[in-house]
């Protein structure tokens, strides 16, 4: 059984900082692309960041050279590092992947998402 357990959010001043983790088990993680995916109340999930297996990562425009993704294969574990916050960025963070073990900018086709972890940017 696929399990993604996401933890690190939290309450931040503008321009703050957060790491989110992401504990995975249940599938050869280091086989698989993995996402972060966010939703805003009252949005649609919005797609983040993925990187692959082979570590290439992407980023969407609103949070390009703000945010990191990473993962470290040996703990099962998939990051979000989040500099330069802004209001905007509030959403619950999931942890995202798909049965097929790809990845899609559309944050509404992932399989597989944690319970997520609440990030909240506010003076």
């Known amino acids: 059984e696929v399990q993604l357990v996401e933890s690190g959010g939290g309450l931040v001043q503008p321009g703050g900082s957060l790491r989110l983790s992401c504990a995975a088990s249940g599938f050869t993680f280091g086989t698989y692309a993995m996402s972060w995916v966010r939703q805003a109340l009252g949005k649609g999930p919005e797609w983040v960041s993925t990187?692959?297996?082979?570590?290439?990562?992407y980023y969407a425009d609103s949070v390009k050279g703000r945010f990191t993704i990473s993962r470290d294969n040996a703990k099962n574990t998939l990051y979000l590092r989040m500099n330069s916050l802004k209001p905007e960025d509030t959403a619950v963070y999931y942890c995202?992947?798909?049965?097929?073990?790809?990845?899609?900018?559309?944050?509404?086709?992932?399989?597989?998402r944690g319970q997520g972890t609440q990030v909240t940017v506010s003076s």
């Open positions: 990187i692959t297996s082979v570590d290439i990562t």
């Open positions: 995202a992947t798909k049965r097929d073990s790809r990845w899609s900018v559309r944050g509404y086709e992932y399989d597989y």
